[in-house]
């Protein structure tokens, strides 16, 4: 079974300098760029969203692990979690070398010291990423580069075309025109969904002034807040689990909502249902794999990003997953000749509508200089006001 750019200017400096009061993490690499690869250590421990590193163990005919492990005689342990707070609290134990990482995750693995700044040099399938992909505010800071690529992918909007009608093209179908679907509208469960409610004000309420939506000052967030509050009476469901979600929509008790292509790869023909990037644009993620600050398996490690990153590997990965490779060199390699395709992969003009999950941090990463901006903290306690 499948499983479940960001625009304008980032200061890197203003990011680097709001993470530099936080607590730094411990180990044998402590933050320090790695200058050269050694021996293999023979064992390595993942940690990422499930099917990430499919070993066969779920599916015979779904295994890259294995050829990772003959190559390179690193034995893979590959754990999966199910949210991304999940992931930093499990990743914060030290117990795994490598972290594949979404975008509301990735700064404050970097904040807490708990991930360190990569040698791409060392990691020679990096170079023929999408160029749209590296030194971006999700997993670059102060120019250093703190994770590579794994998949990447818009939360577009899925609807009923039998009971939404007109077939809607904007966001506003389940924010100011919500009601007309009251207890059928379903939306992402996590602190992170409040950038959706940020991105549909900027383009409505210029007045506001965001121009990020994960840059946001406290009235900004007001703002957010608020429309997801008068959203929430219209909701039916929250969801994570993307299972969850194709139920409900084959059920009916979804009708329209946020969703993932892969969801909607996996909906029965009978569901009549479209999933589409409205005019706004849409948020979305872009996972970075990271390395450990105090991993004792670094070559390893790095043998994994580079591995991840090639094209036969990469294409395995992400079609599995449901979401665009990183590479166009990985397109060959996909069993469904359409698959790059229905993903939009290496498609600038479609990846440039994507605000991609990037933490949002007190510095403005949109640049402001004048006003605090608030943080993933904020984020977290706004959603869990906004749910009640």
């Not at 102060?142 to 818009?154: L, N, Q, R, T």
């Not at 809607?168 to 919500?178: E, H, I, L, M, R």
């Not at 490779?325 to 290496?346: E, L």
């Amino acid at each position: 079974m499948k499983l479940s750019k960001a625009k304008g200017l980032v200061v890197a400096v203003a990011v680097s300098l709001a993470l530099a009061g936080c607590s730094s993490g411990s180990g044998n690499n402590g933050g320090t760029m790695l200058d050269k690869l050694g021996a293999n250590e023979k064992t390595l421990t993942l940690l990422g969203w499930p099917g990430y590193a499919e070993d066969g163990s779920t599916d015979k005919t779904v295994d890259w692990v294995t050829p990772f492990e003959k190559e390179t005689g690193c034995q893979v342990t590959f754990k999966p979690y199910g949210t991304s707070d999940e992931a930093l609290s499990l990743f914060k134990t030290g117990q795994y070398d490598a972290i594949a990482a979404s975008g509301d995750a990735t700064l404050r693995l970097v904040a807490g010291g708990y991930v360190q700044p990569l040698n791409t040099a060392l990691i020679p399938s990096y170079a023929n990423v999408y160029s749209f992909l590296k030194n971006r505010a999700w997993n670059t800071v102060d120019k250093k580069s703190y994770g590579v690529p794994h998949g990447y992918g818009a939360n577009l909007l899925m609807y009923n075309t039998d009971v939404v009608k007109p077939a809607p093209t904007s966001w506003s179908v389940v924010f100011d025109g919500a009601s007309a679907y009251k207890g059928k509208v379903t939306a992402y469960d996590s602190p992170i969904y409040i950038a959706d409610a940020a991105l549909y004000l900027m383009k409505h309420k210029p007045e506001l002034g965001i121009t990020n939506p994960y840059s946001l000052d406290k009235d900004q967030l007001a703002e957010a807040v608020d429309l997801l509050k008068a959203q929430r009476a219209n909701v039916g469901e929250y969801w994570s689990d993307y299972l969850k979600s194709i139920q409900s929509f084959e059920t009916g008790n979804t009708v329209v909502g946020t969703t993932w292509q892969v969801i909607k790869n996996s909906m029965s023909t009978k569901s009549h249902t479209e999933a589409i990037l409205p005019t706004e644009g849409a948020t979305g993620w872009s996972d970075s794999w990271m390395i450990s600050s105090s991993t004792k398996h670094v070559n390893c490690a790095y043998k994994w990003l580079d591995y991840i990153d090639s094209p036969k590997a990469n294409a395995a990965a992400t079609e599995y997953f449901g979401e665009a490779p990183v590479t166009q060199d990985a397109c060959q390699y996909a069993s469904d000749k359409a698959f790059c395709d229905t993903y939009h992969a290496g498609d600038e003009a479609y990846a440039a509508q994507i605000w991609y999950w990037t933490t949002p941090i007190s510095t403005c990463l949109d640049g402001r200089k004048d006003v605090k901006c608030t943080d993933y903290a904020a984020w977290t306690k706004a959603w869990q006001d906004i749910k009640g």
